[in-house]
């Protein structure tokens, strides 16, 4: 027993207790661990997001500005509120008149014809009123000449400044207030800017708002460039699309050029239909020297990237996107065509995998540089040209669908879609490459009456040009084929419309009328605010860009005005001699800037088969694309109604289409088109008599259009 007591008592010296377990986990303190915001991170987080707190102190750019209104209305705040005294000085006069003469009651009487047996009564109670008065005044001035006595000229001071506020309320201006109506002189973009309420009534005057609505201000008004921005919001019902088409209206209404005046809808998340956004220039944006293309300090140029074409009237660059797309050009001479033209195909220029297509009816020498890197080239207006330029446009339709061809055999990850990629056009092996073609006076080829045959049909070679431009207009571009005509008689004769359809980006510059402008940029264009017709002469370069693509206006937006980087013929040689020495660096130059002569691979038979039967595109195949302005509004917003319907009434007609009555019914009557006056039963029930157009003699002028009988008709085909 001993022993055993012995051992257990050593076993029981040799355990430990141990200590408490703790349930925990293995930290690195080797990772990097997150930061706590401190509290004056926290802060300013909230003060950047809160709603509570002004948006005029959210950032620098916004706070500067509110102190500078606020320092301009401080300077500003001595003589409106002396003006402020004055009007209700003026005002409480005229009350006082009016009360003191008994107006009121006097009026009650004549309205009731009892003026004669009120008489007596109304001039008692007149000279009671000047009893009053008189013994007011004479209160007055005893109350203040013993207050005067008592305690000096203070108590006087005090009441003077008393009255003077109460005056100032008084004479405060209010919208609608007789006599106290704002009346501004001269450009107001600053008065507006101060005054929100001179925005209000410029609204107001432009019919764009009614009387009694207002607009909510969504962004204040702030500078940017060399003009200030504001963004509204539209009452409800009311369109940001009526405020762009009466543009003109509101910068009349704000006293300056509608050149000065942007008007954009906002769209995205952060706007929607009613959202505006205003930005009023200082002075002409336009009459400032024109900026040199930046293109003459780049050594190189990628294709895919949009060219620097221009600014607009915000000095913000616009690039216009070429690749999977093409570009209608149209003016009147002399108004930077040809310049506008050869920007676009500078940027092309500088990418040696690019191929050139020149061909210059002007047989002038504006293009004779772009010889030194064309792949083909001419200059000249004779037959023999025309017929080359069809013999590429073949050899084009062809390569086409060469290309379509050989990308059915590349593997997905070469060619993922049935559409050209950067690598593909660049990679020579597959001899992609993107393919622009230029033309400049496209009339004088779609125009040419030599007949040539196409698969046993007989045409005229401007017909047959045409059906092949339009083709590759529509299946060139997924192959990297980019179309660029550029045209001074922008008329439905000249461009057929199934070309012009297809042409994504059209550039307008100043012509002759809106039919003409809407020939260019898109039918019914011009009820939308864009009418190149409008553009003053003295803006040589400045057009309406509609682009097939985003640019730094946005994404949404349909057309901008533009004015184009100025490119003189010493910059466009050196644009061309750099391009070639790429192209030589690069091992691409091939065609007439090798010195080969063009002989195109001709396939009639197969390239007559792609583009269709080789008929010409009439006017009776055209539809209602060929009738002139506002007949082929008419004819699109009736469809088929056209047949159904025996009247349309002209007040149906102008709300539809956003016009202008009177010219309206000028333009209609200028086309065949005379209104008459109908009986039709009104949505009340009432048969009431109502002006409007019998859809027989729509029906009879779109034929007599179509077919040249009409005198209208005859007098556009005789001035283009």
Not at 89 to 101: I, S
Not at 657 to 682: K, N, S, Y
Request: aromatic share 6%; charged share 25%; with cysteine.
């Amino acid at each position: 027993m001993n022993a055993d007591a012995t051992r257990e008592q050593a076993r029981s010296q040799a355990v430990e207790k141990a200590g408490p377990v703790y349930d925990a986990e293995l930290v690195d303190d080797t990772l990097p661990q997150p930061r706590r915001r401190t509290r004056r991170q926290r802060l300013a987080r909230w003060w950047k997001h809160s709603p509570r707190v002004p948006q005029t102190l959210k950032d620098t750019a916004h706070i500067r500005q509110g102190a500078k209104d606020a320092t301009v209305i401080v300077l500003r705040l001595p003589w409106r509120y002396l003006r402020a005294v004055v009007r209700g000085l003026v005002a409480a006069a005229r009350w006082w008149r009016r009360w003191v003469t008994v107006r009121d009651y006097r009026e009650a009487a004549e309205q009731q014809e009892k003026l004669a047996d009120k008489f007596v009564e109304i001039r008692a109670l007149a000279l009671f009123r000047w009893r009053v008065t008189g013994a007011a005044t004479a209160a007055a001035v005893v109350v203040g000449t013993v207050l005067t006595v008592l305690w000096g000229n203070r108590p006087l001071w005090i009441a003077s400044g008393l009255l003077s506020v109460a005056l100032a309320i008084l004479g405060r201006r209010k919208d609608g207030s007789p006599g106290r109506k704002p009346a501004l002189a001269g450009p107001r973009t600053l008065t507006w800017t101060m005054d929100p309420q001179v925005l209000v009534d410029a609204f107001r005057d432009a019919k764009l708002i009614g009387k009694d609505e207002t607009l909510r201000l969504v962004e204040r008004a702030m500078r940017v460039g060399d003009g200030w921005a504001v963004t509204v919001d539209l009452p409800a019902t009311r369109k940001a699309a009526d405020v762009i088409k009466n543009r003109e209206a509101l910068a009349s209404a704000l006293a300056v050029d509608e050149v000065q005046l942007i008007v954009e809808r906002v769209r995205g998340n952060g706007g929607h239909a009613g959202r505006v956004a205003l930005w009023v220039a200082d002075e002409d944006p336009y009459a400032t020297p024109p900026l040199r293309t930046p293109l003459l300090g780049v050594e190189q140029w990628d294709a895919w990237r949009p060219v620097p074409f221009g600014r607009d009237a915000r000095n913000r660059r616009i690039d216009l996107p070429l690749v999977w797309t093409s570009l209608l050009v149209g003016a009147i001479p002399r108004q930077g065509k040809t310049f506008a033209a050869r920007l676009a195909a500078a940027g092309l220029i500088l990418d040696p995998y690019t191929r050139l297509y020149v061909a210059d009816f002007k047989a002038g020498k504006d293009w004779d540089a772009a010889a030194k890197v064309a792949h083909r080239f001419m200059s000249g207006d004779e037959t023999e040209h025309v017929l080359a330029l069809r013999d590429w446009l073949i050899e084009l339709v062809g390569e086409v669908q060469g290309r379509y061809r050989r990308m059915r055999d590349l593997d997905d990850e070469t060619c993922p879609e049935s559409k050209i990629t950067p690598a593909m056009s660049r990679d020579t092996t597959l001899n992609m490459p993107i393919t622009a073609i230029f033309i400049d006076e496209v009339q004088v080829p779609l125009e040419d009456r030599t007949p040539v045959e196409a698969q046993g049909k007989k045409l005229t070679a401007g017909e047959y040009i045409g059906e092949l431009l339009t083709w590759l207009a529509k299946k060139g571009p997924a192959a990297g084929i980019v179309l660029v005509l550029a045209t001074q008689r922008p008329d439905s004769k000249t461009i057929p419309s199934g070309l012009r359809a297809v042409l994504g980006s059209r550039f307008a510059l100043r012509v002759m009328d809106w039919r003409d402008s809407n020939i260019v940029l898109g039918e019914q264009m011009n009820t939308r605010g864009y009418d190149s017709s409008r553009l003053l002469p003295s803006h040589k370069g400045v057009g309406i860009l509609r682009p097939d693509g985003d640019t730094q206006a946005g994404a949404d937006v349909l057309a901008i005005t533009v004015r184009t980087y100025y490119m003189p013929n010493d910059d466009w040689q050196t644009i061309c001699q750099q391009g070639r020495a790429l192209r030589e660096a690069a091992g691409t130059l091939a065609g007439h800037a090798a010195g080969e002569a063009a002989t195109p691979v001709l396939d009639h038979a197969a390239v007559a088969r792609a583009i269709g039967s080789g008929q010409p595109v009439t006017q009776e195949s055209a539809g209602s694309a060929e009738l002139p302005e506002p007949l082929a509004a008419v004819v699109d917003y009736l469809g088929d109604d056209l047949d159904d319907r025996e009247f349309v009434p002209t007040a149906e007609l102008v709300d539809a289409l956003g016009v202008e009555p009177t010219a309206f019914g000028r333009q209609m009557g200028e086309l065949g088109c005379r209104p008459d006056r109908r009986r039709i039963p009104g949505d009340d029930g009432d048969v009431r008599q109502v002006r409007g157009y019998s859809t027989a003699d729509l029906r009879a002028a779109v034929e007599a259009w179509r077919n040249g009988d009409t005198p209208a008709a005859e007098g556009i085909e005789d001035s283009s």
